[in-house]
């Protein structure tokens, strides 16, 4: 089946700095990306849908300028919290998809605690 | 807007019972669904994926099926084991190009 992999699979940071997280597919290439939140005991809500080469779509409620996403590549999209706030800390999840498959490949996910 | 619910948000049962999650949807209009395990503090295991053109999938003790027209799925499992206990969520698609949303899940603890 296919991978996907997430970097780092969990940071620590402090109030105010930036953190790139990083979603790769390792065996095809991903025209979608899509990146889901979890706050604990809750279930896994979409914040934003990517497409290479174009700007990503957000879910209501989700500020783009906080959470930008980039996806430059066929086999990679960056998340990036910038000023990371306490209420940011969660768990990251990125899925990616191409045409050909009806099936979303999920990433191990990154868990982001910020002091 | 599709909308994916989860009954119960709990489940305890002792171990060698069977049992069913249930899962419902409001656009029957799906593209497929899919079931996963999450432990704790972890990812997302697939469980079983169901087409839209299918109404039930298999995998060891573990069997999905797919009402399309009543918007429900249920996840049978068999002869349950303490290493079952997890959280289980259902998944519902809409189409290749929209992502999965995901009901709140049903956390199951298999008692020894």
């Known amino acids: 089946g296919a991978v996907v992999s997430q970097h780092p699979s969990w940071v620590i940071c402090k109030s105010g700095t930036s953190v790139k997280i990083e979603c790769r597919s390792l065996d095809f290439q991903a025209t979608t990306m899509f990146w889901y939140r979890q706050f604990p005991k809750q279930s896994l809500m979409l914040m934003a849908t990517s497409n290479e080469g174009s700007k990503a779509t957000y879910e209501q409620g989700v500020e783009k300028d906080k959470f930008l996403i980039n996806h430059a590549s066929l086999t990679l999209s960056t998340l990036t919290v910038t000023s990371a706030h306490p209420e940011d800390s969660s768990f990251y999840i990125c899925?990616?998809?191409?045409?050909?498959?009806?099936?979303?490949?999920f990433g191990p996910g990154t868990r982001l605690t910020v002091l | 807007k599709q909308e994916v619910t989860q009954i119960p948000a709990a489940l305890s049962v002792p171990e060698g019972e069977n049992l069913v999650l249930n899962c419902s949807f409001t656009?029957?209009?799906?593209?497929?669904l899919q079931w996963f395990r999450q432990d704790p503090g972890k990812g997302l295991t697939s469980l079983l994926l169901?087409?839209?053109?299918?109404r039930e999938q298999t995998s060891g003790r573990l069997n999905a099926s797919l009402d399309k027209s009543s918007g429900r799925s249920t996840l049978y499992i068999a002869a349950s084991q303490p290493g079952d206990s997890a959280t289980y969520l259902c998944a519902a698609r809409n189409s290749g190009n929209t992502p999965l949303v995901f009901g709140k899940g049903t956390r199951l603890s298999v008692i020894a």
């Open positions: 169901i087409q839209s053109s299918q």
């Open positions: 656009d029957s209009a799906i593209y497929n």
């Open positions: 899925s990616a998809s191409r045409p050909s498959y009806s099936e979303q490949f």
